[in-house]
């Protein structure tokens, strides 16, 4: 199994208290740290304008952006942002920008994308707030305009939602056959088939019957477009509070929510913490093993891992680099 972890970029709340000019300093030191642990594959950031769970004052990062940054300091690991919202940028103008990151990190670039669902942050950026039918149909759409650029160097389109009409990519990402595209979200009818036709990588839910339902839904709508299932790496996100007994993990959990409550109202708190209670990355170590090896016997190939204190105490992902990374890779 391989796996990929999360930078805070302030979208979770995860840089509060940092002084906005030593921000950037703890994602780069973050970065770096990974890139010298080989059981690190890869390094995310999400694609979001405004905080969660609700709208602050607090940071939040620009993903494409912190690629090119992380791509110009690191030298081993893969960069990638689970996921890109495919209407916030132009595919064209996407593919050029992914296409330049490829090149500033030596080819490590991955291509989280998805149809987009953080409606606040749609309307306030006046991008409206399509239908789901709408913000998938430019998500089908907008993947096909990359796969062409990043393969020709050329991309052209005549669709319902893109008119693209020979927009030029060059140079050309450095991986061979362009940038790997990975599908986020479950979606049963559309998202799955999406993935089905473009994906080398998914990524939906984490919980063992999710998991399972989203995956024979995958491989059926595989079977109906005529690609191989098997050839799609299964992902999950996995938010990740460890600590040696469950007593401090208790401890950790109410420092989250303590934190937190600082900056959004204490429904909105308890609605996120609460939410990570009995989920597969909170335990012992040997819980959390025991947990993920269960989903992975059922076809997970990569978890992403998101530590919430990251910003400010490493300890947890240290510990789980000792004791779950070498039971599970």
């Known amino acids: ?54 709208p602050t004052e607090e940071a939040t990062h620009e993903a494409w952006t912190l690629m090119s940054a992380f791509g110009a300091v690191t030298s081993r ?16 103008y996407l593919a050029k920008v992914a296409a330049t990151v490829d090149l500033i990190s030596g080819g490590r670039v991955e291509m989280g994308i998805g149809g987009g669902w953080y409606e606040h942050e749609w309307r306030a950026y006046g991008y409206g707030f399509p239908s789901a039918g709408e913000r998938l149909g430019r998500l089908d759409e907008g993947v096909q305009i990359l796969e062409q650029a990043w393969t ?5 389109l005549d669709g319902k939602y893109y008119q693209v009409d020979g ?41 063992a019957e999710t998991f399972t339902r989203k995956s ?12 191989d299932f098997d050839a799609i790496t299964r992902s999950s996100n996995f938010n990740i509070v460890i600590a040696p007994t469950e007593a401090e993990v208790t401890d950790k959990i109410e420092a989250l929510r303590a934190r937190i409550s600082k900056y959004v109202p204490q429904t909105n708190a308890d609605g996120m913490v609460d939410s990570l209670k009995g989920t ?18 059922l076809g997970l190939g990569y ?15 240290e510990l789980f680099e000792r004791e779950v990374l070498p039971a599970l890779s």
């Open 1 to 54: 199994m391989r796996f990929g972890l999360f930078i805070p970029q302030g979208w979770r709340l995860d840089l509060t208290g940092i002084p906005p000019a030593d921000q950037w300093g703890v994602m780069r030191d973050l970065a770096k740290r990974a890139d010298k642990v080989a059981a690190w594959e890869s390094l995310w950031v999400y694609d979001h304008f405004h905080t969660v769970p609700a």
């Open 77 to 92: 690991i893969r960069l990638g942002q689970m996921c890109t919202a495919m209407s916030y940028r132009n595919p064209s």
């Open 152 to 156: 020709t160097g050329s991309a052209t």
């Open 167 to 207: 927009a030029r990519c060059w140079p050309l990402p450095l991986q061979e056959g362009g940038i790997p595209i990975w599908i986020a979200g479950g979606g049963e009818k559309v998202t799955l088939r999406i993935a089905a036709k473009y994906a080398s990588y998914t990524n939906f839910a984490g919980d």
């Open 216 to 227: 024979d839904l995958l491989k059926q709508h595989c079977a109906d477009v005529g690609t």
């Open 280 to 297: 597969a990355g909170v335990g012992t170590p040997e819980q959390i093993v025991e947990n993920i090896q269960a989903i992975r016997k």
């Open 303 to 317: 978890g992403i891992a998101n530590f919430p204190e990251a910003a400010y105490d490493t300890s947890g992902i």
